[in-house]
């Protein structure tokens, strides 16, 4: 891979810039991600949107997250992201995701696509994308 992804290191997560919901998510990692392994990039963004027509995904899709692994070589999304970070957090977040990981993807997924439909009524939108925090600043790629 080469151009948006050849300096990533991972996993990065993808998120809806503009999500109330996604970005209270993104804030929720920040805080749990002990060990800052997590990166993160709006999916309205160019590194974003080059890593999902990389993987034949719609750019202009903003209702699912991302995570991308082995320098863009892989991409999980919708539950499996989530389960993902889960694990990563460690603690009580990874033993809350082994228990939602026995669920069917299927089911799963339905979940995450019931509340990804009614996000922005649920939990608000953003006119823009908001800036992150000088303290993290580092850890978002643009």
Known sequence: MSGATENLSEPVVLYDGV???CNSMVKFVLRHDKRKVFKFAALQGRTAQAILRLHGESPGSLDTMYVVLNS???LLSRSDAALFI?????GGWSTLAAVFGFLPESLRDW????IARNRYRLFGQYQSCP???A???????E
């Not at 889960?86 to 460690?90: S, V, W």
């Not at 303290?135 to 790629?141: A, P």
């Open 19 to 21: 999500c109330g919901l």
């Open 86 to 90: 889960g694990r990563e957090l460690g």
């Open 111 to 114: 979940i995450y696509n019931r």
């Open 72 to 74: 863009g070589e892989r």
């Open 135 to 141: 303290s993290v600043q580092e850890r978002f790629l």
């Open 131 to 133: 800036l992150p925090d």
